[in-house]
């Protein structure tokens, strides 16, 4: 059937005889032949280039996965400086796969330990800047947000938790919300943010409504204190418990990259 109709587009049924045939397929070769060819080479060009391509992207997600584990075994064995080394390696050679932010996040951790909050600081937005997935740059914000209310940055830290979040960070964006009001003194927007986020929490918020509860004893301290006292010798509130700059939260814990970036 395929024949058949090849026959009929070149036209050879209009033919009687076997030369009349042979010589319509020839003239129609010379006229279409070098089109035909280079549509084969195009097509056999393409194939080979798409397989090359996506076996180098597979050989280096398999590299960067190698040299990512190779980083968790160091930090679980709290050997900092070969995990620093398998993270600097990640980000400049592997920028392009989702272990790069992984890395990055482990950069920043370092940099907290270390009380380098600044260095932090630009790791966490350099995984804003490359990162695709939007649960890791909600991830990144988070974890932002949470070194500038470190730094004593509440403002920023608002602005950074300004930007919209997925609802399964709905408890951990209004904990951090409150820690950031708490400390620019606004202890009202405080108390509203933590009780949004206990609201929000899936599991105990023991420790949210402590940090509620310690606004409750900074009001009633500052209240009952004469205006003079309240200006000079009373805190502008109770110091709660702080929250570590990454740590303390289940933000901290990495997505698990998948090769589909």
């Known amino acids: 059937m395929a024949c058949a109709f090849a026959l009929r587009n070149v036209g050879l049924s209009t033919y009687s005889t076997d030369e009349e045939r042979v010589e319509a397929i020839r003239r129609w070769w010379h006229a279409n032949g070098a089109a035909v060819i280079v549509g084969l080479l195009l097509g056999i060009s ?3 280039g798409w397989k090359l391509w996506t076996d180098y992207r597979q050989a280096r997600a398999e590299n960067a996965s190698q040299i990512y584990m190779a980083m968790v075994q160091a930090t679980t064995q709290e050997q900092a400086e070969r995990a620093e080394g398998y993270a600097r390696q990640l980000l400049e050679e592997y920028r392009n796969t989702p272990y ?3 890395a990055a996040f482990e950069l920043a ?3 907290v330990v270390n009380d380098d909050l600044p260095v932090a600081q630009a790791h966490l937005n350099w995984v804003l800047a490359q990162a695709k997935r939007p649960d890791t740059q909600q991830i990144a914000r988070l974890r932002l947000a949470r070194v500038l209310i470190a730094s004593g940055d509440g403002t920023q830290a608002l602005s950074v ?5 997925d609802r399964g960070f709905s408890a951990l964006v209004e904990e951090l919300r409150g820690d950031a009001y708490r400390q620019l003194g606004q202890l009202e927007q405080a108390r509203a943010a933590y009780d949004r986020a206990i609201a929000a929490h899936f599991g105990i918020a023991d420790f949210v409504q402590m ?3 310690a606004l409750h004893l900074a009001s009633s301290t500052t ?3 004469s205006p003079v006292e309240a200006e000079s010798s009373a805190p502008a509130e109770s ?3 702080a929250l570590p700059a990454e740590t303390s939260a289940a933000d901290v ?3 698990n990259p998948v090769i589909t970036e």
């Open 100 to 102: 790069a932010a992984s």
């Open 46 to 48: 393409a194939l080979v």
């Open 223 to 225: 209240d009952a204190a």
């Open 253 to 255: 814990n990495d997505p």
């Open 211 to 213: 940090k509620r509860d």
């Open 161 to 165: 938790l300004s930007s919209d979040f």
């Open 239 to 241: 110091p709660a418990p």
């Open 109 to 111: 951790r370092q940099a």
